[in-house]
């Protein structure tokens, strides 16, 4: 019995020897971050200053606001995506879409919707949806009690980030885009955007550097705004009319929409402006009754146009839809260009160049899908 108790006794020391020995092992397995509850955080400030605790890297995300998906095609990370904004998903119905990280990424609207209208959400859909993190895409301060009221009510951390106009916002959507990219450890692609937007817009002023200002007159018409709107829907500060240093008759006319570059102008402006060359903005063509490209054929004040009596009238994909499309800016910018400073552009193919950004900022090229949305109007001649 001696015997078998040493022996016992010796088994049990030789088991508890080496679970002491084990036991800082397993700690360190039970501290992995596979844990929801012990996932590593990183605290951030967001666009509008607000001290945000979000997950590291987070696997699943909500996107809220509109046009909100744009930045998320453009940093790679659709896969993430666990719940959309209204108008980003499969419910809303959109005639003829032109959003070029929506025409790529068809994907987008299977995501369940966190509200059932543009910017809303729901709490439950929001919990329903359990996301690691909420973003927000917001303009203004105003925003910022929505997030917090959101954050208090569901416990899921809010982030809010700039949506604006690349021509008048450029440095607010640089962060907000290295902000995101940081928190979804995107980093690179962030800063592979921002070169991209910054390179093409160098290439685009070097072309005209040394050219003479064009000395005719432009105006663009049609642009959108909380819907499509026509000819007299303008934008005092747009992208292609700056970098190509055009003359812009509607330069310095007050913004309505100051987070796109917006202006409702009267319809006796355009006539005194009486502009050389008019662009329309394909998004026109969804407004009641046919918009710009409608007016510009039939009303009889607008056939006495300048442009219109010389044929110089041409049409531009949409500039905003769903917020500012960016990459459409910039591919814009190449076939005015074209039309402004043929020589100076006489390498470009407009088409083509638009599908180069196209395909390296939303992932596809996506050009010709535009313009079959646009009744084939895009980058044609329509005086």
Not at 260 to 281: Q, R, S
Request: aromatic share 10%; hydrophobic share 40%.
């Amino acid at each position: 019995m001696r015997f078998q108790t040493k022996t016992t006794f010796a088994i049990f020391a030789f088991l508890m020897a080496i679970l002491l020995l084990a036991a800082p092992f397993s700690g360190c397995l039970g501290n992995s971050n596979d844990s929801g509850s012990d996932k590593e955080t990183v605290t951030i400030i967001d666009a509008f200053g607000r001290s945000v605790t979000v997950p590291d890297n987070p696997e699943r995300i909500a996107v809220s606001g509109s046009g909100s998906m744009r930045y998320f095609v453009y940093l790679g990370v659709v896969d993430r995506v666990v719940a959309v904004d209204y108008q980003d998903s499969g419910t809303f119905t959109m005639v003829s879409d032109k959003r070029p990280y929506a025409l790529a990424h068809p994907e987008i609207r299977n995501n369940p919707m966190l509200g059932t209208t543009k910017g809303a959400v729901d709490a439950e859909r929001l919990l329903g949806a359990n996301p690691d993190v909420l973003f927000v895409s917001a303009t203004s301060a105003a925003e910022v009690a929505a997030a917090d009221m959101i954050q208090s009510k569901t416990g899921i951390p809010v982030v809010l980030f700039f949506s604006g106009n690349y021509a008048s916002d450029k440095e607010e959507i640089d962060k907000s885009l290295l902000m995101v990219g940081k928190i979804l450890h995107k980093e690179q692609r962030a800063e592979e955007v921002i070169q991209y937007f910054s390179d093409t817009l160098k290439d685009l002023e070097n072309r005209v550097k040394d050219v003479p200002v064009s000395d005719k007159t432009v105006y663009v018409g049609g642009v959108a705004y909380n819907g499509p709107h026509g000819l007299n829907g303008t934008n005092p500060i747009y992208l292609p009319f700056i970098i190509l240093k055009a003359d812009n008759v509607a330069a310095g006319v007050p913004l309505t929409g100051s987070s796109t570059g917006y202006a409702l102008v009267a319809k006796e402006k355009i006539l005194e402006w009486d502009p050389d060359i008019i662009f329309v903005d394909v998004e026109t063509s969804t407004a009641a009754g046919g918009g710009a490209f409608f007016e510009l054929r039939n009303d009889a004040s607008y056939r006495e146009l300048s442009a219109v009596k010389s044929g110089e009238v041409y049409a531009v994909n949409p500039h905003t839809s769903m917020g500012v499309n960016h990459e459409t800016a910039l591919a814009n910018c190449y076939y005015i260009g074209k039309i402004l400073y043929p020589e100076q552009f006489k390498d470009i193919d407009p088409a083509q160049k638009a599908d180069e950004i196209y395909t390296f900022i939303v992932g596809k090229p996506v050009f010709d899908q535009i313009k079959e949305n646009a009744d084939g109007l895009s980058y044609t001649r329509v005086g």
